[in-house]
């Protein structure tokens, strides 16, 4: 404990980085508070009771889809309709679709390869796709409020205006586009100035905001039942940090590839000979090389069998994709989070081009050839830690439909024993701790984490 404060003194007397985490928390604050500003077509003081009794009527379970996904990505301002009720997650999808389609255009090939002003024109192009996809997705969230959440036939008293009128989708489209603009503007002067990745930080703080809440409603369930309640806290409580130290271990393994560099040196009298430098390095693979991002394509797709209900509602099978916590909806789920797990790992980590790099610059495998054979052992390797990655990850993402209704009572707090919240949680905090150690060690204080911690994991 007393290295652990200490540790906190060394942070705050680096003038830079104590400056840098003050700037950070303060663009928090600033997101938070925007979070919380409705817009002005909707009536606030009716909001809050009228969603209440949509919850209580079984709403919630519909909402835990996607939808609530991005509510709890925004913090709860997708459900406040807030001028930032789209958060950061246009931009988002703008990166991801950018990212994809650099796969297939030899344009934005060429950009990933150009060096700064490579990157400085794909960051341009995703700012301009992330308008581009909050005015689809604007309209989208205003229908959804007006029609699903708060039709306007039931609840008149939640609106100013008619939502069936132009004063009341136009103003409200442009309000939503700008609060989504600033929240991208406010991740990347995090990302600039303050520490951390701007972006994911925002992700993990609107995630973060919920917690406190569902805990709470989560105690006063299990206090209700008396003695037995108190001791399924503690449990909960127990499970969550075992649940959040396997997060952490599946984010930070990696296999190591050994490799060894040949340089060419000048002996006496002209003649040449290879000599193996002494210093053997890695190449590491991380087990989970697709991060969250099978999880968020599996969880967009699954939209699709929940409105195959809508063809025939007597179906009580496809009537239990529309419920998160259902054997339906999670077998699926882990299904196509398996499947794209491996396609996202193909796409994203080119071997062929770590090969031709590695050959290129002397670097080769021990026992393997260079070129082809080294492209191909990669390629094995990464195939066979894919699938235990990818089966570590689709437990996850349905371990809230196995603790919901077992261990935790609550389904808001079960969402917070896996699945993308916990994985975002996880991972944002390690990349910020690692900068953190970064400032600290090149000023020759210890990190914030022991050595043998902050070490990845082999597998």
């Known amino acids: 404990m007393k290295e652990f404060i200490q540790t906190l003194k060394n942070i705050w007397s680096l003038k830079e980085l104590r400056e840098k985490i003050l700037f950070t928390l303060g663009l928090i604050l600033v997101y938070r508070f925007a979070s919380y500003i409705s817009l002005p077509a909707i009536n606030m003081a009716e909001v809050g009771s009228l969603l209440e ?45 950018v990212q994809l389609m650099g796969m297939a255009i030899p344009y934005l090939q060429k950009l990933q390869k150009d060096g700064e002003s490579g990157r400085n024109t794909l960051n341009q192009i995703t700012r301009w796709l992330t308008i581009a996809v909050c005015l689809v997705q604007a309209p989208s969230y205003l229908t ?61 703080v609107g995630i973060l905001a919920d917690l406190p809440t569902s805990f709470i409603q989560e ?25 959040v130290l396997l997060a952490i271990m599946l984010s930070v393994a990696v296999r190591k590839i050994p490799i060894q560099y040949v340089s060419r040196a000048q002996a006496r009298g002209g003649a040449s000979k290879n000599l193996m430098e002494g210093a053997r390095q890695w190449i590491p693979l991380k ?57 996202y790992t193909a796409i994203t980590i080119p071997v062929n081009q770590m090969a031709d790099d590695l050959k290129r610059n002397g670097g080769l495998i021990p026992k393997v050839r260079p070129g082809k054979e080294t492209a191909d052992f990669l390629d094995d390797i990464l195939s066979k830690i894919t699938l235990p990655g990818s089966i570590f990850l689709a437990i996850f993402a ?37 900068q953190i150690n970064t400032y600290l060690l090149n000023h020759h204080y210890d990190g914030l984490m022991q050595s043998k911690l902050s070490r990845t994991s082999n597998v």
Do not use: C
């Not at 909402?63 to 931009?91: C, D, E, K, N, Q």
């Not at 349905?398 to 991972?427: C, E, H, K």
């Open 287 to 343: 087990v989970n090389a697709a991060g969250v991002m099978p999880i968020i394509f599996a969880q967009a797709l699954m939209f699709v069998p929940g409105l195959l209900t809508k063809v025939d509602d007597s179906n009580t099978f496809l009537a239990g994709f529309k419920n998160v916590f259902s054997w339906q909806y999670n077998v699926l789920f882990a299904l196509l989070i398996v499947i794209f797990s491996f396609f």
């Open 144 to 204: 959804s409020i007006t029609q699903m959440f708060l039709p306007y036939e039931q609840f008149h008293s939640a609106y100013f205006i008619d939502p069936n009128s132009i004063m009341f989708w136009l103003p409200s489209i442009v309000i939503l586009v700008a609060g989504s603009v600033f929240a991208m503007w406010l991740g990347e002067k995090i990302t600039d100035k303050g520490i951390g990745n701007g972006i994911s930080i925002l992700i993990m």
């Open 219 to 243: 105690i006063a369930t299990q206090t209700g039942k008396g003695g037995l309640g108190t001791i399924m806290i503690l449990i909960e409580v127990l499970f969550w940090m075992v649940v």
């Open 398 to 434: 349905v371990l809230p439909a196995l603790v919901y209704g077992s261990i935790v009572q609550t389904d808001r707090f079960a969402l917070f024993f896996g699945g993308t919240s916990l994985l975002i949680m996880v991972g944002v905090i390690l990349d910020t701790i690692q």
């Open 53 to 97: 009794n949509y919850q209580k009527q079984g709403g919630n379970k519909q909402g835990a889809g996607l939808l609530g996904l991005l509510s709890s990505f925004t913090g709860g301002a997708f459900s406040r309709a807030s001028v930032m009720a789209l958060g950061i997650m246009p931009y988002i999808s703008a990166s991801i679709i």
